[in-house]
């Protein structure tokens, strides 16, 4: 019997192993490997690399699977102002090895409110911060990773649509349910007072979003003055969570880069151009010096930020020497006035003196300029941030530009005519008038446009709004400036920046007042080739160190070859629009009669 099963059983073994090498064989062949190895083994020979196994595993790299994405990860980080907000880490499926590859800490949301704002009003958006940051750690770490799960890193577009969409969503529900709740509430009141007698009675006396009147003549004499003031627009309400959308899109950009295995600036610009152009620029630093305005202190309202801007074609190691020996300049300067205190820099690192005149600023820094040999509005200019939208009265229907003066919305422009003629060093200028002031924004824009940049920011909707939008024929900028931030992905900001340069604007990447140390967005300004890059001011670590990457870029750009500067400033003028053309019964209804006629020729 034993006899007999040891041929049995030497047989099975060896029809076995004849089946696995058949099996090898066909794997093996499926896959190309013999063809691919014998390849390899004769370029080898010839290249004579001196690392062999390097240069095998370097071949059959070629051949690797694309990597995807095996989970993502989110927990609380902090911002530069020690604010909560969300750190995100994207892990990929490597060569059959799960690898971490990005590790990305968002900026915390821009505050809307004045650094005046009363204790429990920022009690109140802490504590809202703090609710959407833990929100949006819990859907990245639940639903997101699941999207995310088994997605080319690569296709950032696929990406940004998942986490925006899933938001979204949740948001149409929230406005959704929101709406019936107020149509109830609407059901179960007493009936208000209808939209037309509203609007009669504002015909009367025109009130502000506050409920107080806005009166006419204070005199009495005659009629009043009817000032009707179109209300601010009422800012986007988020759900808790928002935040994930930026912060994934920022991870899962940054891993797209490292497996691609080139600079985040070169992955952002083949995703902008569709391919990679052959030169790159690098933005021009627009780099605050003074921060003062409403929220300051002084009673000089009507200039949020003083800020420069290198000449363009100028080296970007040149142009931050300047800087900061500007910034060195005016914080010396300040300290021989008010002490050491008055050195002091608020979160963004500008310098916080109290100013009563918007000149104040302007000749600080031009005298500056002028200590370190620098012509203004040459070597250096400057751009001023009015947010026009901060210093509106609305009791009074005015802007308040200093403490107790306030000005109508035409004397206003008049102000501000009359102060950059006073500076033509001033280059930019940033919201100078509120979005619903459309007459007046046009009338400023036609007299100052042809001499510098109109930038638009509070006046604009977020990307992913605006590049489904008409751009307005009277509210027209030749700048805007772009977040990476809340629900702005990659993908939109990219949409809007190649709508916005359509429309010959310029297009500014801002840094916020929550920044983190990241320097992503030193490449984000380069890869979309942005004109300029709102750092705050050259102190501070967070701004520092977008300065620090902008260096490093234009040394590798200097190194390739491909290092382009941007042009000497133009400046698109924008004109009023064209008057209706008047119809012909419109025509005959505003000619004169007969008798009124014959009135005139006596």
């Known amino acids: 019997m034993a006899s007999a099963a040891g041929p049995k059983s030497s047989a099975k073994d060896a029809r076995e192993l004849y089946e696995m090498k058949e099996r090898a064989i066909k794997f093996y062949t499926d896959n190309g490997v013999p063809k691919k190895m014998e390849e390899i ?19 059959f790299a070629e051949f ?69 940051v833990t929100a949006a750690i819990n859907y990245i770490n639940t639903d997101i990773c699941n999207k995310l799960e088994g997605l080319d890193p690569t296709q950032q577009a696929e990406a940004d649509d998942a986490v925006y969409n899933f938001i979204q969503k949740m948001k149409d529900e929230m406005d959704a349910q929101k709406a019936a709740e107020a149509a109830a509430a609407t059901e179960n009141t007493q009936e208000s007072p209808t939209q037309d007698q509203n609007e009669s009675n504002n015909t009367k006396k025109a009130k502000s979003p506050t409920g107080n009147e806005v009166q006419g003549d204070p005199k009495g004499k005659g009629k009043a003055s009817q000032i009707i003031i179109i209300p601010d627009e009422a800012r986007e309400q988020f759900i808790d969570g928002s935040c994930l959308v930026s912060a994934v899109s920022q991870a899962v950009c940054t891993t797209g880069a490292s497996i691609k295995d080139v600079p985040l600036y070169r992955y952002i610009a083949a995703l902008k151009h569709k391919e990679m152009p052959t030169t790159l620029q690098l933005p021009l630093p627009m780099v605050t010096i003074i921060q ?10 009507c200039i949020k930020e003083y800020m420069v801007i290198p000449k363009p074609g100028v080296p970007l190691r040149e142009s931050i020497n300047n800087i900061l020996g500007i910034y060195s300049h005016v914080s010396k300067a300040l300290s021989v006035k008010g002490g050491l205190t008055a050195r002091n820099v608020n979160d963004i690192g500008a310098l916080c003196p109290a ?16 200590a370190l040999s620098l012509t203004p509005g040459e070597d250096v200019s400057i751009a001023i941030n009015i947010a026009a939208h901060e210093m509106f009265d609305f009791d009074k229907g005015k802007y308040e530009v200093v403490a107790g003066q306030q000005k109508t919305s035409e004397d206003y422009v008049e102000f501000l005519v009359e102060l950059l003629g006073r500076y033509p060093a001033i280059n930019a200028v940033i919201d100078p008038l509120r979005k619903q002031d459309r ?44 977040r990476w931030e809340q629900m702005n992905t990659l993908s939109d900001i990219i949409a809007v920046a190649n709508k916005m340069e359509e429309a010959q604007n310029q ?85 004169p009669s007969p008798a009124k006629k014959e009135t005139k020729k006596k």
């Not at 994405?69 to 969300?86: L, P």
């Not at 003062?292 to 309202?301: D, E, V």
């Not at 510098?452 to 030749?478: F, V």
Request: proline share 5%; with cysteine; charged share 25%.
């Open 355 to 370: 100013f009563d005149k918007p000149e104040q600023g302007l000749d600080l820094i031009q005298e500056a300029m002028t």
């Open 64 to 132: 690797a699977k694309s990597p995807v994405i095996t989970k993502v990860k989110a927990r609380q980080g902090y911002d530069s102002k020690g604010q909560s907000t969300v750190q995100t880490e994207v892990y990929c499926m490597v060569k059959n090895h799960e690898k971490l590859i990005s590790t990305c800490v968002a900026p915390s949301v821009t505050s809307l409110l004045l650094d005046t704002a009363k204790p429990e009003e920022k009690d109140t958006e802490d504590s809202e911060r703090q609710a959407s």
């Open 292 to 301: 003062s305005g409403k929220g300051a202190a002084g009673k000089m309202n």
């Open 507 to 591: 297009i500014v990447v801002t840094a916020g007042p929550g920044e983190v140390s990241q320097d992503i967005l030193a490449d984000l300004a380069v890869g979309l080739n942005a004109r300029f890059l709102k750092l705050g001011a050259p102190c501070r670590g967070e701004r520092i160190s977008k300065l620090n990457r902008l260096l490093q870029i234009e040394a590798e750009l200097e190194e390739q070859g491909v290092l382009g500067y941007h042009d000497a400033h133009l400046y698109p003028r924008i004109e009023l629009p064209p008057p209706p053309i008047a119809t012909e019964t419109e025509a005959e209804d505003s000619s």
């Open 41 to 59: 083994l004769n370029t080898m020979f010839h290249d004579n690399p001196a690392d062999v196994y390097g240069h095998v595993a370097n071949y």
């Open 439 to 482: 007459e007046q924004w046009m009338r400023l824009c036609d007299r100052i446009s042809v001499a510098g940049y109109i930038i638009g920011d509070y006046g604009y909707h977020r990307p992913g709004l605006l590049k489904h939008e008409d751009l307005d024929e009277d509210y027209q900028t030749s700048g805007i400036i772009l």
